[in-house]
């Protein structure tokens, strides 16, 4: 079993440039959710899904799309990125909401 | 009231010493509390959790102490190892289908040999 398999794993990116973050799972989780992780700022959550089809904002949302097609894939789109959004993405999945979770390895952002 | 707060932000411990995080929290709906243990590029790992139905839980070298009335809860590390060496970070949820994870901003924990 592969777990939670994020791609790519760096990205440097322009100002004003869009790009996908692809997640995808293996294990038949229901929830995947989406966290970017900042110095001293903890994992604070972008959006998350209870299942396909079904998706909602967390805590950060703005400036970020997601759509949940299938059960195993959980895409966060920056739709024009920004300085602000350098940051490391987690994807993560579990069970159901509130379950143990399972983290990916992260994607490493930078935008210049 | 979404908040959990987790300290010290960093924390240095000799090896074979006792590692003690704490955090806090003040919605009194969650009920699920676990700790992510979390090496440099690698994402975050559970490490042990616990339902507030119990005081502590304890699975080899590390133990979870909660205090319901308290709204606290802390993790020790019992015989820190250098292999400790990583951040921590505590989270809470209610478990309901908005029961998403509430991260505490992490402790970055050093065990000197």
Same mark, same amino acid.
């Given at each position: 079993?592969?777990?939670?398999t994020?791609?790519?794993?760096?990205?440097?990116?322009k100002?004003?440039?869009s #790009?996908?973050?692809?997640?995808?799972?293996?294990?038949?989780?229901?929830?995947m959710?989406?966290?970017?992780? @900042?110095?001293? #700022?903890?994992? &604070?959550?972008?959006?998350?899904s209870?299942?396909a089809?079904?998706?909602?904002q967390?805590?950060v949302?703005n400036g970020?799309?997601?759509? &949940?097609?299938?059960t195993?894939d959980?895409?966060? &789109?920056?739709?024009?990125?920004?300085?602000?959004?350098?940051?490391?993405?987690?994807c993560?999945? %579990?069970?159901?909401?509130?379950?143990?979770?399972?983290?990916? @390895?992260? /994607? &490493?952002?930078?935008?210049? | 009231?979404?908040?959990?707060?987790?300290?010290?932000?960093?924390?240095?411990?000799?090896?074979?010493?006792?590692?003690i995080?704490?955090?806090?929290?003040?919605?009194?709906?969650? @009920?699920?509390f676990?700790?992510?243990?979390?090496?440099?590029?690698?994402?975050?790992?559970l490490?042990?959790?616990?339902r507030?139905?119990?005081?502590?839980?304890?699975?080899?070298?590390?133990?979870? %102490?909660?205090?319901k %009335?308290?709204?606290?809860?802390?993790l020790?590390?019992?015989? %820190?190892?250098p292999?400790?060496?990583?951040?921590?970070?505590?989270a809470?949820?209610?478990?309901?289908?908005?029961?998403?994870?509430?991260?505490?901003?992490? /402790?970055k924990?050093?065990?000197?040999?």
């Amino acid at each position: 079993n592969a777990g939670v398999t994020q791609t790519p794993k760096f990205q440097v990116l322009k100002t004003g440039q869009s #790009m996908t973050l692809q997640c995808a799972q293996d294990m038949n989780h229901e929830y995947m959710s989406w966290y970017r992780q @900042d110095p001293g #700022m903890g994992l &604070r959550l972008i959006h998350y899904s209870v299942g396909a089809g079904i998706t909602d904002q967390g805590e950060v949302p703005n400036g970020y799309n997601v759509s &949940r097609s299938t059960t195993e894939d959980f895409p966060l &789109r920056l739709l024009s990125a920004a300085p602000s959004q350098t940051s490391v993405y987690f994807c993560a999945s %579990s069970y159901r909401p509130g379950q143990p979770q399972h983290f990916g @390895d992260g /994607t &490493r952002l930078s935008i210049l | 009231q979404q908040q959990v707060k987790q300290s010290p932000q960093s924390l240095i411990v000799q090896k074979g010493g006792i590692s003690i995080i704490n955090c806090a929290y003040e919605n009194t709906a969650f @009920d699920y509390f676990p700790w992510y243990q979390q090496f440099p590029g690698k994402g975050p790992a559970l490490l042990i959790a616990i339902r507030p139905d119990v005081s502590e839980k304890k699975e080899g070298r590390f133990t979870i %102490s909660f205090n319901k %009335s308290a709204k606290q809860f802390s993790l020790h590390i019992m015989d %820190s190892q250098p292999g400790d060496s990583a951040t921590y970070f505590c989270a809470a949820s209610n478990g309901g289908s908005q029961g998403n994870l509430i991260f505490g901003k992490g /402790t970055k924990l050093s065990v000197k040999p």
